[in-house]
Every structure is written in structure tokens, then in C-alpha cells.
């Protein structure tokens, strides 16, 4: 009955351990990926003030110019420019659009491994060819990794930095030459810079601002946790973006109403404060691991990604779920099963519980 591609996606690795979670009462848990801080309050009142207002119909297709024009003013403040921008159904919406329109058979995507979990997927469920380019043991990404990756049939760079799961973010310098390596082959690179605003060593950095055949997608939904509001955009090529549109019009129809209207809201607030909080969790997380873990200091975002002792992901999670800590194995991000994935969007306190409950599992 059905469909062939829905056998090309395999949830097993995510379910078996959330399966496991079910069994705990009140975990430790270091498993979630998005902020642990509540939306903030102005983007509340604009919420209900658009909600009382009737601001409930369809929007045009690509979002709101209003929404659109001030994305493409912020990245002018940032000296990059674009073609086009549509506002998208969180950056999931856009990278189901953009795979939608640019992978199909024969094609071959490149994916810096750990990635995160759905480009694989997307990937195999258009029928490409996902080719997974090794960053262990330090996660970054360099033109010699990518080099022997690269053939005829490539049809993309899948970028993301700041990293999930590692947390690693790519310096200027290094996006520089990648995008060195993709203007040589006429490389399309598809940036996603959902973690932008959390960043904790060096400014963030995008390669669109060197490498105009990129294709940005960014959202809400870590930086003004509004995750449940589903508000992203994708920002680029016109021939990639209006191919987008056409699609979104006979899928998603357009990103919620309320939540484009709390976006053109979110554009005006500086940073959360409560990001800068991240900073310090990061180096309670990574301070707490470093002596028994092989562990890489993560650069941004809220994830680390240690080395499990022994060498099986799988099994060191299964023995911290055990002990009602919830962790991610790594082969969930990567075709190795040699690490696993911690989230430090949690209480300070959570954190210090579950690092003392890591560190006793190893010998
Ligand atoms: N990209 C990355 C790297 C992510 O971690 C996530 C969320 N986990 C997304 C995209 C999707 O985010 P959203 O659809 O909520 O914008």
C-alpha cells in the first residue's frame, strides 16, 4: 500500500530511545533540543494583540512583504545580500521545500557527519544519494575533507553552523574556504544558520556573504523559543526561492499568520538575555565532562558531542538511561556509533546532576 519512499526513512535509533525514556519518572533529562526559556513576553502581547486584531486568514504564499523586507534589511546590515526570500514553516518547511526542488535520483548531497537528523532523511526520500563527508575527531569542516567527496553528480553542500549535535561553529576564515572549494565546481551550498545567535567563542559567520550560490535557512525557533509557532525563512537564488514558492503554494499554503506577524516583532529585540546564559551552561557542561570524556568544546548552540568510554554510543546511553539520565546516542547524527549527544538547554542544577551521573558511569 505504501508509497516506496516511506521506506526509505528509518526512525528506529530516535524511538528505541525514547522507548527507553517512557520507562523513567522524572529523568535528567539532557535529551531536548530546544531552548528551555519561555517565549519572551513583547512577542507574547504581539501574539495576542494580532490574535484579538483578526490577523487569522491566509498570508500571500511567500509571507508578508513586510516580514520579508526587514529579513533582507538585517542581512544588509550584515553586508550580505540576496536574490530572494520567502518566509517558510520553520527551517524544517524550507529544507522540505529546497529539497523538493532541487534532489531527485542520481543526485549525490553532500553532509558534513554528525549532521543533523533530517537532511539525511530528506535526502533518501527524494531518491538522492546522501554522501556523508567524516569531520571526527574534531568536527570541523575543511576543503580536504571534502575533497575525493566531490564528482560530477554532487548537487549540493548541506551546511550548519553553529552545529547540531556538536555545537561546532564554522570561523569566517574556514567558511571562506569552503566557499572557495564549491565557486571551483559550481557547488549550490545550503547554509543553515538556525543557531545563529548562539554563539559563544567568535562572531558568527555566513558563507552567503563570500558565496552567492548559497541558499540560507533560518528561523525563530531557537533564538525567540518559539518552536510551536513555526516560523522560518529561506533566502537566495531567485530561480531556487520562486521554485519554493510554487511549492509551498500547493503544500504548507504559507507560515502561520500570528507567528510572521510576532517574527517582524522578533527582528527588533536584541538578543535574549537568557542565550547569554547559554554560554555559562556550556562551560559547566564541558568543564564538568573534560576530564573523563573525549570531549570537543563546543563553539555554539546548546549541544555537546563526547566520545562514549569504550567506544559504543548505543550501549553508553542505554547504561545512562539505566541510571535516569536521557542522552542521544550518536548514531542518530552520524553513520558512527561512537559518541552521543548531550543538550544543554537545561536548569544549571540539571545539568550538574546529570554530569556527576556521566562522569560514575566511567571507570
Ligand atoms: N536545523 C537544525 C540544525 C535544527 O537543529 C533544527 C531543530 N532541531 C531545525 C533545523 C528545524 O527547526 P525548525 O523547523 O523549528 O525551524
Known sequence: M?????????SSGIRKVFDLAQKLENPINLSIGQPDFDLPAELKEEAKKWIDAGFSKYTVTQGT???????????????????????TCGVSGGLVLAAMVLFEEGDEVLIPDPYFVMYKHLVRLMGATPVYVDTY??????????????????????????????????????????????????????????????NYDFPHANIAR???????????????AMTGWRLGFAAGPKLI?????????????CAPSIAQKMGLAALDMAPDERIADYRRKRDIVYE?????????????????????????????????????VLIIPGNVFSEKNTHFRISFA?????????????????Q
Open 346 to 362: 537545561a536548569e544549571d542544577d540539571v545539568l550538574r546532576k546529570g554530569i556527576e551521573v556521566l562522569n560514575s558511569l566511567v
Open 210 to 224: 563570500f558565496y552567492p550560490k548559497t541558499l540560507i535557512l533560518h528561523g525563530f525557533s531557537k533564538s525567540h
Open 288 to 324: 564538568g565532562l573534560k576530564e573523563k570524556f573525549n570531549v570537543v568544546k563546543p563553539n555554539g548552540a546548546f549541544y555537546v558531542f563526547p566520545e562514549a568510554p569504550g567506544g559504543d554510543g548505543e550501549e553508553f546511553v542505554r547504561r545512562a538511561i539505566e541510571n535516569n
Open 65 to 87: 512583504q513586510e516580514l520579508r523586507d526587514k529579513i533582507r534589511e538585517k542581512y544588509r546590515e550584515h553586508r550580505i545580500e540576496f536574490e530572494e526570500v520567502m518566509i
Open 137 to 198: 575527531p574534531d568536527f570541523r569542516l575543511t576543503v580536504e575533507r571534502l575533497e575525493g567527496r566531490f564528482n560530477r553528480r554532487t548537487k549540493a553542500l548541506l551546511l550548519n553552523s553553529p552545529s547540531n549535535p556538536t555545537g561546532v561553529s564554522l570561523t569566517e576564515d574556514e567558511q571562506k574556504k569552503i566557499a572557495e572549494f564549491a565557486r571551483h565546481r559550481d557547488l549550490l551550498v545550503i547554509f543553515d544558520e538556525i543557531y545563529e545567535s548562539f
Open 2 to 10: 505504501l508509497a516506496k519512499r516511506a521506506g526509505q526513512i528509518d
Open 241 to 253: 526561492v520562486n521554485e519554493m514558492i510554487k511549492i509551498q503554494q500547493y503544500s504548507f499554503v
